[in-house]
């Protein structure tokens, strides 16, 4: 019989590998899409300044701001839920989780937008960073607390209780065996009706009915009934 908290941690483990592969391949694949270079005639200078690239977007028209501010959200947005899955835990204060994560997803923005300085064809944008942080802000939000708690719901309901078997026994027992069910009834000779005998009889102890039909298991075993011997008279 598995404990609680085995069940619970064989699941965690489960899930930190799961979150950890699919954080490398996303990594992977964002570091392939933003450390490129790139061969353009002309590049627009670094932008320093909070929100100015946002309002140069916005400048742009509604589909074209769209394009990029979606751009710049979903970039690192998946990070909001892997991160978390790595991390593997299911109980944990739901600010502290949101706080690490988006201070990671900041760091990682920031060492890509350092890394970026040295890439042809790329600029450093302040802005970018900002969205790619709300971005993983708001995939936390959306995924994480309802994912935390539907799987410590599916845990809790899938754990029997520890020193009960499968049919209600305690302990060793299980309760009732499973070739023997409802009252037992009739007797034989030796034996008081509402008795076992022979192979049902396991080392003098046995199952015994009472009028209701039920069927009840002896606390303690006892030895039995000594068998007699008729004494058989010799003939003068």
Not at 18 to 46: E, F, M, Q, S, Y
């Amino acid at each position: 019989m598995q404990r609680q908290g085995s069940i619970g941690g064989s699941a965690a483990n489960r899930i930190r590998v799961t979150g950890a592969i699919l954080l490398v391949a996303h990594l992977a694949l964002v570091a392939w899409l933003t450390l490129r270079p790139l061969d353009v005639p002309w590049v627009r200078p670094a932008n320093l300044r909070p929100l100015a690239g946002l309002r140069a977007d916005l400048a742009l028209g509604w589909p074209e701001a769209g394009l990029r501010i979606g751009e710049g959200l979903a970039l690192l947005a998946p990070l909001g839920v892997l991160l978390p899955m790595a991390d593997g835990r299911l109980s944990v204060s739901a600010l502290a989780s949101l706080c690490r994560t988006a201070a990671a997803g900041a760091l990682i923005s920031l060492g890509i937008a350092l890394l970026q300085t040295g890439v042809p064809g790329r600029v450093v944008d302040v802005d970018v960073l900002l969205l790619n942080t709300a971005g993983v802000l708001l995939a936390h939000l959306a995924v994480v607390p309802a994912g935390r708690a539907w799987l410590r719901r599916r845990l809790a309901g899938g754990v029997p209780r520890e020193g009960y078997g499968r049919r209600g026994g305690r302990g060793g027992l299980g309760g009732a065996p499973e070739a023997v069910s409802g009252g037992v009834s009739g007797s034989c000779e030796g034996y008081p009706a509402g008795e076992g005998h022979g192979a049902d009889r396991a080392a003098g102890g046995g199952f015994s009915a009472p009028a209701g039909g039920g069927l009840s298991v002896r606390g303690e075993f006892s030895q039995g009934r000594t068998p007699t011997i008729p004494r058989v008279g010799i003939a003068p």
